[in-house]
């Protein structure tokens, strides 16, 4: 069971920066793509960054320019997301995200973390 720890939200002011981090530990298989979702109140759950294996990193639109994923894949793979003129409508509950994949028989399971609280004021 993979299990995903959290951590570096909390609150900033708009223009400020944060830098959110996943460490990912227990898992059996290779971890594939890892990265980071948010969800504000009265909305969708959606893609902020996401990194493969190899490092490619994907950005959603709103956010390309201001946030950089890292990843590290040692021991306990770990990403990180370094977020930058943040600004109030980035404002969300920003979860982390795994994929675990089993060659064979191919098999790939989804992992969330808890979540950490972002938090950008005017």
């Known amino acids: 069971q993979v299990r995903l720890e959290e951590s570096g939200g909390g609150l900033v002011q708009a223009g400020g920066s944060l830098t959110l981090a996943c460490v990912a530990s227990g898992n059996e298989f290779a971890l594939h793509s890892m990265g980071w979702y948010r969800q504000a109140p009265g909305k969708d759950r959606e893609l902020v960054a996401t990194?493969?294996?190899?490092?490619?990193?994907?950005y959603a639109d709103s956010v390309k320019g201001r946030f950089t994923i890292s990843r590290d894949n040692g021991k306990n793979t770990t990403v990180v997301l370094q977020m930058s003129s943040l600004k109030p409508e980035d404002t969300a509950v920003y979860y982390c995200?795994?994929?675990?994949?089993?060659?064979?028989?191919?098999?790939?399971?989804?992992?969330w973390g808890q979540g950490t609280q972002v938090t950008v004021s005017s």
């Open positions: 990194t493969t294996s190899t490092g490619r990193a994907n």
């Open positions: 995200k795994t994929e675990e994949v089993q060659s064979y028989p191919y098999r790939a399971y989804d992992y």
